[in-house]
């Protein structure tokens, strides 16, 4: 639907964002100037104790220090009622007493139509239940109380039966008078191909609504009662309603409970109903399928964490595991999944049945994230006594994680599993390593912490690398500063840009939370004191972004090359000081592979650097060095090169 000009406007200058906002959160009144606008709070969208949350009610923005939300008065409302856009203008538009405008005729057309079929839908769930209540359902009836269904909770999620019989719910509609495309287009009825009249889409089965997050019905989803039958569940076919990848059973309640309690994802309807029941209202499950991509951001919409809860069989756990490879290039910083492993051979009905909610709740709690997930597909069950098995995983573990396209969340998987993957090899270490001693020095002391002159070469590269990236990040933000229009563009990050200085700290946060955008505006908010700073190393006042106020596009340029180069730079010193702490165990093919990208990572950090010419290669891959870079990898690498003599061995 599109909105008039202007609409938008009057809806704003209706509204007071401080209001909406005061709806939700408590003011810090020590910290809030409520006449200049200017209110503050802990954030509502993480746990938190400090105002970091700060609203402009004059601009009519918010903007955290802590998790870095940000936005107006219409994401505002989509993120804490978890709606879309237009619902949110909808319910801001009621609050403020404006009409809503007329849609266009086509889009009239097409919401009547779907009205029409949600209608036929709603008389399709009246006659399932009243089906439920016949003699003929006794058998349906008898399996839902052995599943401890009583008829409260029967009226509660409207469960019906579809009764046996080829045109028992067609019949019914149609002497009601409901058109029979209509029948047809909401998947009811499939048309007969030898000429007879449509038959039902669902026969002698138990019957359960599937509502979308407005609360109307748009499929049905149908237990067999015949065990013989070839589909146990059912669902509707796709319709103009129903799309089975972008629906969840229970999706309305669900959104409404979520927040403070977790989003719990079930495999079935029964375990859904059987969660809420027992006091997990925040339930949902995909239909019959496997958790699609439109799902994961459905579920995201409602819990920056929600957790997976399937079956403990092998194909609840196959599941799961297919779940790791659809979310990894999905995850962002704050969007994330967990999973709740089922005891095997049972799903969460049997547990809260045997055990009762408690049990439950304690498996929630001990849900685990992602990465040690996808840790436990790559090695449970697998033996890795050879460098060969152990570089396969490391390739395994390497091609899972390059999934991911968040560069801070890479780094982030990259630790834990070097975490890991150092738990796992040590203790085989421990059994099997022996230490290294010069000929002859059995039983005297080896000391390998005395200082010498490649320790303090090392310690003198850190120092000249940490200037570097120092300098790198002050190029970065002076050339924002100096090119404001640009910010919009690297604001992503900007807000992954990990910085050294403090000055450089609130120059950075200051981009991103001016709201005009300007350089003034930026030096109001973070003050002169650390733009004078930022400004007054001299590589950063020739840097051509800085240098050249009128050159946009060489800004972008000199942002992105430095942005590039600094995180290569990290990257790789982040995988040698990984490769320096496993050294003290035996070197594996892993471990080669690790050194190896280090060095091609940081050669291409400095591929671009301009002013010296003189270079060094590295091998075939042809990436190149230039002399302050050689020496300080040099440097870095002399500590932990166990190429030579045997040294990998020493400890």
């Known amino acids: ?118 209608e036929v839908m709603e008389q399709a769930v009246s006659f399932f239940r009243l089906q439920l209540k016949t003699g003929g359902a006794a058998r349906a ?172 069989d092998k194909a609840g756990l196959r599941a799961a595991m297919r779940v790791i490879d659809l979310a990894l290039p999905l995850l962002e910083a704050g969007k994330a999944l967990r999973f709740c492993l089922m005891p095997e051979g049972q799903d969460p009905d049997d547990l809260i049945k045997a055990q009762g909610p408690g049990a439950m709740q304690k498996l929630i709690d001990q849900s685990i994230p992602l990465v040690q997930l996808l840790w436990r597909r790559e ?24 999934k991911l396209r968040d560069p801070s969340l890479r780094r982030h998987y990259g630790e834990e599993v070097n975490r890991l993957r150092r738990t796992l090899f040590d203790g085989a270490r421990t059994q099997q390593k022996t230490k290294w001693q010069p000929r002859g020095a059995r039983g005297a002391r080896f000391d390998v912490a005395k200082p010498t002159v490649e320790t303090k070469a090392s310690s003198l590269a850190a120092t000249n690398a940490a200037f570097d990236e120092q300098l790198k990040e002050a190029v970065i933000l002076a050339t924002l500063v100096t090119h404001p229009n640009l910010i919009e563009d690297f604001e992503a990050d900007l807000e992954r840009l990990e910085t050294t200085q403090a000055a450089h700290e609130t120059v950075r946060r200051a981009l991103i939370g001016a709201q005009t955008r300007s350089r003034d505006e930026i030096e109001r908010v973070c003050g002169a004191d650390a733009l004078e700073k930022l400004f007054q190393p001299r590589h950063v006042r020739i840097s051509p972004g800085v240098r050249n106020v009128e050159d946009a596009e060489m800004a972008a340029m000199s942002v992105a090359e430095e942005l590039a180069k600094l995180a290569a730079r990290r990257g790789a010193r982040s995988e040698i000081e990984d490769a320096a702490r496993d050294i003290h165990g035996l070197a594996d093919e892993g471990l080669t592979w690790r050194l190896r990208q280090a060095s091609e990572g940081l050669a291409e950090a400095g591929k671009a650097r301009q002013g010296d010419k003189t270079e060094y290669d590295l091998g075939a891959n042809g990436a190149r060095m230039n002399r302050d870079e050689k020496r300080d990898f040099e440097a870095l690498i002399e500590r932990i090169d166990y190429s030579k003599g045997g040294r990998g061995e020493r400890s």
């Not at 090695?379 to 390059?402: C, H, Q």
Request: contains cysteine; charged residues 30%.
């Open 141 to 312: 009836r008898d399996y839902l109380a052995g599943r401890g269904l009583e008829q409260s909770v029967l009226d509660r999620w409207e469960i019906g039966f579809a009764p046996p019989g080829w045109q028992n719910l067609w019949d019914h509609l149609a002497g009601k008078g409901v058109d029979e495309e209509l029948i047809l287009a909401a998947g009811l009825a499939k048309a007969s191909t030898k000429g007879k009249k449509p038959y039902d889409t669902f026969r002698d089965r138990i019957m359960f609504p599937i509502r979308d997050a407005r609360g109307r019905a748009i499929a049905f989803g149908g237990r067999a009662m015949d065990p013989d039958d070839s589909a146990k569940y059912l669902n509707s076919p796709e319709t103009e309603l129903f799309d089975k990848g972008r629906s969840l059973y229970n999706h309305g309640p669900a959104r409404e409970a979520s927040g403070a309690r977790p989003l719990i994802v079930a495999e079935g309807y029964m375990d859904v109903i059987a969660l809420s029941e027992a006091g997990f209202p925040a339930t949902v499950a995909p239909l019959g399928t496997a958790v699609t991509e439109d799902q994961l951001q459905l579920l995201w919409r409602m819990h920056d964490e929600p957790i997976i809860a399937l079956d403990g």
């Open 379 to 402: 090695t449970e069950g697998k033996n890795f006594d050879s460098p060969e098995r152990k570089a396969a995983l490391d390739r395994e573990l390497r091609d899972a994680i390059m």
């Open 1 to 118: 639907m599109s909105l008039p000009p202007g609409f938008l406007d009057e809806l704003k200058s209706r509204t007071s964002l401080a209001q909406v906002v005061g709806r939700k959160v408590t003011w810090d009144q020590r910290k809030s100037n409520q006449g200049k606008g200017d209110l503050w709070s802990p954030c509502p969208f993480h746990q938190e104790k400090t105002a970091s949350f700060h609203v402009d009610d004059r601009k009519g923005f918010y903007y955290c220090f802590g998790c870095h939300a940000k936005g107006d008065l219409f994401s505002f409302v989509r993120e804490t009622e978890n709606v879309g856009f237009m619902e949110a203008v909808e319910i801001l538009a009621r609050e403020a007493g404006m009409q809503m405008p007329a849609r266009d005729p086509k889009a009239q057309e097409k919401a009547d139509r779907r009205t029409q079929l949600a």
